[in-house]
């Protein structure tokens, strides 16, 4: 198998041990501040993600394989997490997303060859893609979405930073995407 597919599955094997170390045993104090005024708090990334293992990654691929351009992915529920995931321990989360990559990547590895990375599928807003654009997109997905449980962390934190703020770009982008530290 080719580079790209063994970097792309490495680092989808790293995000539940990044999620685990950063998140479990934290205190709701550190845990319940989202991103941004109108973003997710990290157990609701965490719930996004468990609903992309169940519902999104691995659906896409199969349907890539198996139906080419034919027959469009599903849409994505980007919000199913916050009524299923309602009263759930952000310690159970992470085990559950944890166990759902492990069993998604096994799967992945067992039903994609080199030959399939360029084959192509339909996305319903985006058009054609590749497996390959597909594995990409997911690990930037990750990467931004452990950016995202960063800024909630961080912004626990925001008022006690005092004059510091303005030099903690992690905060200045909560509240101005564009900022950057002076």
């Known amino acids: 198998m080719s ?23 934290l205190p ?20 996004h993600l468990i609903t992309g293992e169940q519902t999104d990654w691995m659906n896409r691929t199969h349907r890539l ?5 034919s027959r469009a992915f599903d849409r994505y529920e980007r919000f199913a ?9 952000l310690d159970e989360l992470v085990d559950r997303f944890a166990t759902l990559r492990a069993a998604n990547l096994a799967e992945l590895r067992s039903v994609v060859s080199e ?14 893609v590749t497996l390959r654009h597909l ?9 931004d979405h452990v950016s ?3 800024a ?20 200045i982008r909560r509240e101005d995407p564009s900022a950057t530290p002076g």
């Open 3 to 25: 580079e790209f597919f063994a970097d792309t599955t490495d680092l989808l094997a790293r995000t539940p041990h990044v999620l685990r170390a950063l998140l479990s045993g």
């Open 28 to 47: 709701p104090t550190w845990t319940e501040t989202p991103d941004t005024a109108d973003g997710w708090r990290p157990r609701d990334v965490v719930g």
């Open 65 to 69: 394989l198996e139906h080419g351009t």
């Open 81 to 89: 997490m916050l009524e299923r995931d309602a009263g759930v321990p």
């Open 115 to 128: 030959a399939d990375l360029d084959r192509r599928g339909l996305h319903p807003s985006l058009g054609e």
């Open 135 to 143: 594995l990409a997109a997911w690990t930037v997905h990750d990467l």
């Open 148 to 150: 995202q449980v960063y």
């Open 152 to 171: 909630g962390l961080a912004g626990s934190r925001d008022a006690e930073v005092g004059p510091w703020k303005g030099y903690l770009g992690i905060l």
